[in-house]
């Protein structure tokens, strides 16, 4: 019987690194050799928020502010 993670993987959906034990994000194949099926869950990584996501959260606020909701004038 193949030894399962005893925790689903976190893998983030921009790098593809994975989360070890260990907090560190490595590639997938660093971390794993045989493939995994059920075991990973869609997470990102603190490198990847702070390159992707809050670059975007802060452009998504910036338009909110331009550009004021129409269900607030109404
Ligand atoms: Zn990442």
Redesign the pocket.
Known sequence: MNQAPPHPLRQ?N??R?VQTESNQ?QHLTAVVSAPLTNAVIAA??P??YEDHVRSHLAGLFRAAVKEPSCALMA
């Open positions: 983030c921009f790098c690194r994000w990102i990584c490198r990847c």
